[in-house]
């Protein structure tokens, strides 16, 4: 019969050394992770859904204000109003601007943005401005997240379906579910042969939709190109298409304004500046000549079946469907546009100098006007509708009006 085993002195000093290196382990991975530095605190009750406007108000007033830094326009996600600034990204009541959940980490943002019913927080690490969090605008609960390589500072936009992620030299598409749809550029290691991990043009200006991507890239010693992008099988392998535009340099302010599934509108300073209308084949099948070129400022809202540019001085009008030349929306007396448009009871708002005009968003047609005071704001006023809130984003301040 075999012996028992006895442990010795020894036996349980080597125990107790082994058990204090992993309670030591793992105190020191828990005060170092990501987990102890992040607060979140859900809503305790669902956030309302928003009724939608029957009727565009006479008069609007301030409700409430809030800084908002890392956001570039009002943001309307299930009902919340989602503010971003400095580490903290909060949902708030759209009447009161109470907050209702909030999310933080110990990092500062970069930006924030939203897609279906998640806010999308993107915070800092070591490979850039790619650890993204997502909350459900909703509950305030966590949805799902991703990390990967990205620029140093990147520009966020969201159409509703997709997050597009832009930088100087890498650019990535994103589902709701926060899987890569496509990435395009710099890579932090070559991972495939013949794909070099730096690549050969800086990032100018981009834009997408849920379908496709436009870049427009400055490669040395050539002028711009706009690349066409569309996902493919592999997400790193995108369908390309390249539109060489000659004769345009960089710094000349080219620019990308708005694209659809099928077209892109391309802002081209010479020889006469243009808005260019470029098809998925590469094509420019429209031109709109833009009477003055347009601010660094300038911005572009999707407003109801409406794409809206405002150019630093006057607002053109688009069909959202075909990014087809509506009309344009231009000072007059004292009133002149300082943003983009939105829509509100089938009504577009425009914010000028003194508050808003109303307009027939399809003929154009001036309705009626709204007084507003403001105090100067450096840029331009980017609103939103939250149910009968109107929503202006003025530099680094949110501000609700009703």
Request: glycine fraction near 8%; aromatic fraction near 6%.
């Amino acid at each position: 019969m075999v012996k028992p085993e006895r442990r010795t002195r020894a036996d349980l000093i080597a125990a107790a050394a082994i058990a204090v290196i992993v309670a030591v382990v793992a105190a020191v991975v828990w005060w170092t992770s990501d987990a102890r530095a992040t607060i979140s605190r859900p809503a305790a009750e669902p956030v309302p859904a928003l009724k939608p406007a029957v009727a565009v108000p006479d008069s609007l007033t301030e409700q409430w204000s809030a800084r908002s830094g890392k956001t570039t326009q009002p943001l309307v996600v299930a009902g919340a109003v989602v503010t971003g600034d400095d580490r903290t990204m909060e949902g708030r009541d759209p009447g009161t601007g109470d907050v209702v959940w909030t999310y933080a980490r110990d990092l500062e943002l970069c930006g924030v943005t939203w897609v279906y019913n998640y806010a999308v927080a993107v915070y800092p690490d070591s490979r850039g401005c790619g650890q993204v969090s997502t909350v459900d605008a909703k509950t305030g609960q966590r949805g799902p997240a991703r990390t990967s390589y990205a620029d140093r500072h990147v520009t966020l936009s969201g159409d509703g379906s997709t997050v597009l992620s832009a930088g100087d030299t890498r650019l990535e598409m994103w589902r709701s579910d926060m899987v890569r749809m496509l990435s395009y550029g710099a890579l932090d290691a070559p991972i495939k042969p013949g794909v070099p991990a730096t690549p050969l043009c800086r990032f100018v200006s981009a834009g997408a939709s849920s379908g496709s991507v436009a870049v427009l890239e400055a490669c040395e010693r050539q002028d711009l190109r706009l690349t066409l992008l569309r996902p493919s099988d592999e997400e790193d392998v995108p369908e390309t298409k390249y539109v060489q535009q000659k004769g345009v340099a960089d710094g000349t302010g080219a620019r990308v304004v708005a694209v659809t599934d099928t077209y892109t509108a391309l802002y081209v300073p010479t020889p006469k500046p243009r808005l260019d209308l470029i098809d998925d084949t590469g094509a420019t099948v429209d031109t709109t000549i833009v009477d003055v070129p347009p601010s660094d400022d300038a911005t572009m809202s999707r407003a109801g079946e409406v794409i809206t540019w405002w150019t630093g001085d006057a607002l053109m009008v688009f069909s959202a469907n075909d990014l087809r030349y509506k009309y344009t929306v231009a000072a007059a007396g004292a009133n002149a546009p300082i943003g983009p448009a939105t829509v509100m009871a089938g009504k577009l708002l425009v914010p000028v100098t003194t508050g808003y005009d109303v307009f027939d968003p399809d003929t154009g047609k001036g309705e009626r006007h709204i007084p507003v005071q403001r105090p100067p704001v450096d840029g331009p006023v980017v609103p939103a509708v939250a149910g009968t809130v109107v929503l202006e984003q003025r530099g680094d301040e949110l501000v609700a009006l009703a």
